[in-house]
């Protein structure tokens, strides 16, 4: 079966749908799948040079495959890269929150961040089963939360299964002039590594744009209003301790709360495992950005 209708078939039983079989499968065979060179992020200011290997869709099609996958719009991500050949999918999504600093680095607590991680995905859980989603446990760090701050990107790995199997949920945060991307690696177990994975090429991969680099800030630009380790936690789906402190973080940590791993993990999973090796999408190639 070829990728694509796989990815079809799929996203049929997801949206449980039969009448919406012809509409989807059209859907997904329109999108523009890139096979090779960069892929141009509108929203961000920022691109990606593709690894070999992959394909992706970017702007309004990255939503769509997105919003298909997880059945609500998410009007943040404007990439979806997928490896044909393995069990590798990565998400980027970009946050125009405004400048963050990094002087609170040394704030972060990881032992107590796991802690709160955990705990909130268990709490979870009851939603989860009353929408019909696999419950999600924690098991702990695959890779602490290490910040980088030449490159000013944040990163980590967080072990976890559910009746799916198990999850690894591998995230970057990187801290460009007006916002930052977070870059979402999802992977087999087996197939994660804490340096020179995939992760990792994919954040060499990527850059923002000239003007719009952590390092172009200027005075007057727009603050935040809160620092990278304030944004880690709410990110990774902990409670803010100092919630009065950051208030500009409240609407971060409802749309987080539910913890990364989610839908998206479980879906796109779903689709690697589909992927035939060395068989490219029918759909049209080129570079494309909707965003």
Same mark, same amino acid.
């Given at each position: 079966?070829?990728?694509?209708?796989?990815?079809?078939?799929?996203?049929?039983?997801?949206?449980?749908?039969?009448?919406?079989?012809?509409?989807?499968?059209?859907?997904?065979?329109?999108?523009?799948?890139?096979? @090779?060179?960069? !892929?141009?992020?509108?929203?961000?200011?920022?691109?990606?040079?593709?690894?070999?290997?992959?394909?992706?869709?970017?702007?309004?099609?990255?939503?769509?495959?997105?919003?298909?996958?997880?059945? /609500?719009?998410?009007? +943040?991500?404007?990439?979806? =890269? !997928?490896?044909?050949?393995?069990? +590798?999918?990565?998400?980027?999504? #970009?946050?125009?929150?405004?400048?963050?600093?990094?002087?609170?680095?040394?704030?972060?607590?990881?032992?107590?961040?796991?802690?709160?991680?955990?705990?909130?995905?268990?709490?979870?859980?009851?939603?989860?089963? @009353?929408?019909?989603?696999?419950?999600?446990?924690?098991?702990?760090? =695959?890779?602490?939360? @290490?910040? +980088?701050?030449?490159?000013?990107?944040?990163?980590?790995?967080?072990?976890?299964?559910?009746?799916?199997?198990?999850?690894?949920?591998?995230?970057? =945060?990187?801290?460009?002039? @007006?916002?930052?991307?977070?870059?979402?690696?999802?992977?087999?177990?087996?197939? #994660?590594?804490?340096?020179?994975?995939?992760?990792?090429?994919?954040?060499?991969? /990527?850059?923002? +744009?000239?003007?719009?680099?952590?390092?172009? /800030?200027?005075?007057?630009?727009? =603050?935040?209003?809160?620092? !990278?380790?304030?944004?880690?936690?709410?990110?990774?789906?902990?409670?803010?301790?100092?919630?009065?402190? #950051?208030?500009?973080?409240?609407?971060?940590?409802?749309? #987080?709360?539910?913890?990364?791993?989610?839908?998206?993990?479980?879906?796109?999973?779903?689709?690697?495992?589909?992927?035939?090796?060395?068989?490219?999408?029918?759909?049209?190639?080129?570079?494309?950005?909707?965003?």
């Amino acid at each position: 079966m070829p990728p694509l209708l796989a990815v079809s078939t799929l996203i049929l039983i997801v949206l449980a749908s039969p009448a919406s079989s012809q509409s989807v499968n059209e859907q997904i065979q329109a999108m523009h799948w890139v096979r @090779s060179g960069t !892929i141009k992020f509108t929203a961000s200011s920022s691109s990606v040079a593709l690894p070999p290997g992959f394909i992706g869709v970017a702007g309004e099609d990255a939503r769509k495959l997105a919003e298909l996958g997880q059945g /609500h719009a998410e009007s +943040d991500t404007e990439g979806v =890269l !997928i490896d044909d050949k393995s069990d +590798d999918t990565v998400v980027f999504q #970009f946050y125009p929150s405004g400048f963050i600093t990094i002087d609170d680095w040394q704030e972060l607590d990881p032992g107590n961040l796991i802690r709160q991680i955990t705990d909130n995905t268990e709490n979870g859980n009851e939603e989860r089963r @009353s929408k019909g989603i696999a419950e999600l446990h924690v098991t702990g760090w =695959l890779q602490e939360p @290490s910040f +980088d701050r030449n490159t000013k990107t944040v990163f980590w790995a967080i072990a976890a299964y559910s009746n799916e199997g198990k999850i690894v949920n591998s995230v970057a =945060l990187r801290l460009g002039r @007006s916002g930052y991307e977070k870059v979402i690696w999802v992977t087999d177990p087996n197939s #994660f590594k804490p340096a020179g994975g995939v992760l990792d090429t994919m954040l060499r991969s /990527h850059s923002f +744009d000239s003007g719009q680099r952590y390092e172009d /800030h200027i005075e007057g630009d727009k =603050l935040a209003g809160y620092g !990278i380790a304030a944004l880690v936690g709410a990110v990774a789906g902990a409670k803010l301790l100092k919630v009065g402190a #950051f208030a500009a973080l409240l609407i971060l940590l409802k749309k #987080f709360w539910f913890i990364a791993f989610a839908l998206v993990a479980v879906f796109f999973r779903k689709i690697k495992a589909l992927f035939t090796p060395r068989i490219n999408p029918p759909g049209r190639v080129g570079p494309e950005d909707s965003a």
